[in-house]
């Protein structure tokens, strides 16, 4: 029986291979699926994708993939048409999951609708005022340095000069950052790093890490994360998570509430800016003309352009809340809509020459921090400063850095993941 929201020959036979879903993890591990999406925003710009019941962790038959930028900023910005609390934020989950699980992650900032999200955002962005991240500024800079000059010594010391730029630079400023605005101590950083990298790599067989433990690893950073709220109410300091947890009539955090905030600026936070800095580094070594570029001129807009470039959230999903249209399709109350980033910051409708790497582009209305609406990434303004403390450092101390191999993409079903990406400190 054909599928119901599949208008018949909206796509010409042939268009997409067959059974293709921008969500499936076999394929993120290979690669981003720009020419399928460049078909789809021409063609079919909402598109029904069926999915067998359950295989994503969802007992329904697909989704609709919006692929265009108008429309992904249309869907991001009416949270009273699509919410992100009915079936999450996440378009896929392991098909092992229960609803149950599912559930239970509504409780995040990210799955949460207005006003709920509303009244959780203002408490939580006192952490992120202009003034907070000055206050990291300098802290972040130092770190920087010793994070690229620690991997300068590791590749003098090794036999062919190379090092893995994931681990070595990559990962440490989103995580050090992290650390430093909750006032995690230096002795227990690594641990919610491993818990962090444990939570989204259960669709990598390489990690070996299942479902189950990657929920393990979820529950002991809240449980962290709770404790350190509740030792602030306790005796609150002159810090961000007292600020959140025990301000006196301003509204706060529950305890609870804090420990889930941190298990979403883990994933959402380390993460995302991680990928973003390895996408960047390979972009600048395979366009070694930007290269040259950023070294000489360290343009403020080149932060701006490694996010659209890297996109690393591919998709995110809404669930509509009544019956609409968008894009000329009809979307049924409970439909899910994929929010394909990835495409949208590739549309040429708003984009000159969209696959150029190009640090000075300028206007540049990439949906890397989403779409706008009620959602739009918190942490903007610390992951661009992020970006440019780390790339200034590799400037300044591995100005010759080369690629050694090309970069080994993480399993994933909605990330943009590099695991490992192997450079040389000179020519």
């Known amino acids: 029986m054909p599928c119901p ?5 909206l796509l010409p036979e042939g268009l997409l291979p067959k059974g293709f879903d921008a969500t499936d993890p076999d394929l993120l591990r290979d690669r981003i699926p720009f020419p399928e999406f460049a078909r789809l925003r021409q063609t079919a710009p ?29 869907v991001s910005t009416h949270p009273e048409l ?4 009915e079936n999450t934020a996440v378009i896929r989950f392991n098909e092992h999951i229960t609803r149950d699980q599912i559930e239970v992650q509504k409780l995040i900032m990210l799955n949460m609708d207005p006003p709920e999200h509303t009244r959780v955002r203002q408490i ?35 036999a062919d000069g190379t090092f893995d730029f994931v681990t070595k630079v990559a990962v440490e400023l989103p995580l050090q950052a992290i650390a430093e605005l909750i006032g995690v101590p230096q002795e227990d950083r690594s641990r919610i ?17 299942t479902e189950e433990i990657g929920a393990e690893a979820a529950m002991e950073l809240i449980g962290y994360s709770m404790n350190m709220a509740a030792a602030r109410k306790q005796c609150p300091a002159t810090d961000i998570v007292s600020q959140l947890v025990a301000a006196e009539g301003q509204g706060n955090l529950s305890s609870d509430e804090f420990g889930f905030f941190v298990l979403l600026l883990a994933v959402a936070g380390n993460e995302t800016t991680r990928n973003a800095i390895s996408h960047g580094m390979h972009a600048f070594l395979t366009h070694p003309d930007e290269w040259e570029r950023f070294k000489r001129e360290r343009p403020a807009t080149t932060a701006e352009e490694i996010v659209r470039w890297a996109t690393p959230v591919v998709s995110f999903q809404r669930t509509a809340t009544q019956n609409t249209e968008l894009g000329g399709q009809k979307i049924a109350k409970g ?3 994929g929010l394909f980033y ?17 640090i000075t582009r300028d206007p540049n209305p990439h949906l890397g921090f989403g779409g706008g609406g ?52 000179s020519a």
């Not at 069926?50 to 295989?55: F, L």
């Not at 920087?144 to 991997?151: F, L, P, Y």
């Not at 970006?387 to 970069?407: K, S, W």
């Open 124 to 158: 939580v962005q006192r952490g992120f005022t202009p003034r907070a991240i000055r206050n990291l500024e300098t802290a972040l800079r130092d770190r920087a340095h010793a994070i690229v000059e620690e991997a300068k010594r590791g590749a003098d010391a090794a």
């Open 374 to 425: 009620p959602h739009f990434c918190l942490g903007k303004s610390l992951a661009i400063k992020e970006i440019e403390l780390i790339f200034n450092a590799v400037a300044d101390a591995l100005p010759d850095l080369t690629l050694a191999g090309e970069p080994r993409r993480l399993r994933a079903a909605w990330l943009n993941g590099v695991k490992e990406l192997r450079v040389r400190a």
């Open 5 to 9: 929201h599949l208008p018949e020959g």
């Open 335 to 337: 439909d899910r809509v």
């Open 342 to 358: 990835s495409s949208a910051n590739n549309d040429p409708e708003v984009f000159t020459d969209p696959e150029r790497f190009d």
């Open 193 to 209: 790093f491993d818990w962090s990298n444990k939570m989204v790599a259960y669709d990598d067989p390489e990690y070996a890490i």
């Open 46 to 74: 909402v598109w029904w994708c069926p999915q067998p019941p359950g295989v994503t962790g969802f007992e329904d038959d697909g989704y609709w993939a919006v692929t265009r930028h108008a429309d992904v900023k249309y």
């Open 82 to 85: 699509f919410s992100s609390y």
